[in-house]
């Protein structure tokens, strides 16, 4: 267990719809990182954070996504507007300023009908 | 632009035989090279990476600068080894970019 909790696990929802999944790493995580990976592929990076600056964003992450870690500690991810292509797994990892390692929670499923 | 590559979507071996996933990357400076490993109904994480020079679960990978290579090797696979196989570089304390992965099946 690496210590990162994501939150659902599994979010179904439909065309159109927001969400909103959540990420709680353990407290010595400065970094926090957010990636999507569809099937057949490796996770793609999405954004990453320090502390709660928001230091990186992809030119995956569309307008319609928006990241947030307001206190530096649990991180939100919301999609607005969900497309059927956005279906994916989104992972969260965590790390530390004295390490390149990141730890990786379990995933939320999002399925876009 | 970093870039992974792992030829192999699928390597199929049976119980104690040698195993090599093949990866490659493409970048100009000098990058961390990682390999992560997501074994069924389980999370996303690190096998070894390469700056610490260790063998993990009889795993070993070598960094070829030359060929831009990171294979990873293990002498005698186990059934438990059976697994999804990520190889990943990162330049500095960034993102990691990972390749496609390779499915390691060892069969009995």
């Known amino acids: 267990d690496t210590g990162v909790s994501q939150d659902p696990r599994h979010k179904i929802t439909k065309r159109g719809q927001n969400v909103t999944f959540r990420c709680d790493p353990i407290?010595?995580?400065?970094?926090l990182y957010w990636y999507r990976q569809t099937l057949g592929q490796g996770p793609e990076f999405l954004t990453y954070?320090?502390?709660?600056?928001?230091?990186?964003k992809s030119r995956l992450l569309s307008d319609r996504f928006s990241a947030e870690r307001p206190k530096g500690s649990f991180s939100t991810l919301e999609i607005q507007r969900t497309e059927q292509g956005d279906s994916a797994m989104y992972l969260c990892?965590?790390?530390?300023?004295?390490?390149?390692?990141?730890?990786f929670g379990p995933g939320t499923r999002l399925t876009v009908l | 632009a970093q870039r992974v590559t792992q030829p192999e979507k699928l390597l199929s071996v049976f119980k104690g035989a040698p195993v090599e996933l093949k990866c490659n990357y493409s970048?100009?400076?000098?990058?961390?090279l990682f390999w992560y490993v997501q074994y069924s109904r389980q999370r996303l994480q690190l096998l070894l990476r390469?700056?610490s020079r260790e063998s993990i679960k009889g795993f070993t990978a070598d960094l070829n600068k030359g060929e831009t290579s990171f294979h990873l090797k293990k002498p005698f696979a186990q059934e438990e080894d059976s697994a999804m196989y990520y190889c990943?570089?990162?330049?500095?304390?960034?993102?990691?970019?990972f390749g496609t992965g390779t499915r390691l099946l060892v069969s009995p």
């Open positions: 990892g965590g790390g530390t300023l004295s390490t390149d390692t990141q730890y």
């Open positions: 407290s010595e995580h400065n970094r």
């Open positions: 954070f320090q502390n709660e600056a928001q230091l990186e």
């Open positions: 970048y100009s400076g000098s990058p961390e």
């Open positions: 390469h700056i």
């Open positions: 990943a570089l990162t330049t500095g304390f960034q993102k990691l970019v």
